[in-house]
């Protein structure tokens, strides 16, 4: 079953060009997902498409109105239970890995909420919204980044996105800790040489520096990574080695 995102927003001419580049084009061109945007003002009543107006209560900034988020929401899926709608917000649960995957295994219609100006209307977020998501502890001038980075971090997850079918697999956070460092030709670089593990062949020894040092990166980096990582028999003693190594 195809993937399948709808983006609503007052600035729909932001996403074209990172949606015509690299991997999200691929999988557009491959049919492996579904990314529409779907322009707010479209769905206003009035002549001026207007979807914003001044607070209740008064106050600094304009707040975006009710009625057109429901009218486009129901206009591209009138039933609730075949969609999940996303408002992005910095109040919202914070996006990570974990949720990203959650995502990539949605069989239902996303369907993202792009606020703009001072903050979108309460009654969309508690009658018409499934979650509220954050990608970060700080404020973006409206939610069409946050709906870019999820779409970008759930395609990849998709099977057949990406060439290499491990390479979701093995990234930073798939494993619950950081990704390992990654060299290439030449093996001498102005006087800065690849490790002598990934030149030797072996591929065990290249597989255990490789988790060795993701280990490594992840308890200097990202050390609370750790606490909610399945670490094996193996890995304890790494990171035991590792902590002998710095003293």
Not at 126 to 150: F, H, K, N, Q, R
Not at 196 to 205: I, K, Y
Request: net charge negative; aromatic share 8%; hydrophobic share 40%.
């Amino acid at each position: 079953m195809k993937m399948k995102f709808d983006v609503i927003t007052i600035f729909p001419g932001i996403f074209h060009a990172y949606l015509g580049e690299s991997i999200l084009k691929r999988a557009l061109m491959k049919g492996l997902v579904e990314i529409n945007i779907h322009n707010l003002r479209d769905y206003a009543y009035d002549k001026h498409r207007t979807v914003d107006d001044y607070p209740y209560g008064g106050g600094a900034g304009m707040v975006m109105k009710p009625d057109p988020f429901f009218a486009a929401v129901e206009a591209l899926c009138g039933d609730p239970s075949q969609r999940r709608v996303i408002m992005l917000s910095p109040a919202g649960k914070k996006f990570d890995h974990h949720m990203a995957v959650e995502l990539s295994k949605e069989n239902r219609r996303i369907i993202f909420l792009c606020g703009r100006y001072e903050a979108i209307d309460e009654r969309v977020r508690t009658a018409l919204a499934d979650d509220e998501v954050s990608i970060g502890d700080y404020v973006l001038t409206g939610g069409e980044l946050p709906a870019l980075v999820i779409i970008d971090a759930v395609t990849r997850l998709i099977p057949g996105v990406l060439g290499d079918g491990q390479s979701a697999e093995v990234e930073s956070f798939s494993w619950g800790i950081l990704d390992y460092p990654h060299y290439t030709r030449p093996p001498v670089f102005r006087g800065l040489q690849v490790p002598e593990a990934l030149l030797s062949g072996n591929h065990a020894d290249i597989r255990k520096w490789r988790r060795k040092e993701a280990l490594r990166r992840t308890l200097l980096r990202r050390p609370e990574l750790l606490e909610d990582s399945r670490l094996s028999d193996e890995d304890r003693t790494l990171i035991q080695e590792i902590k002998e190594d710095s003293l």
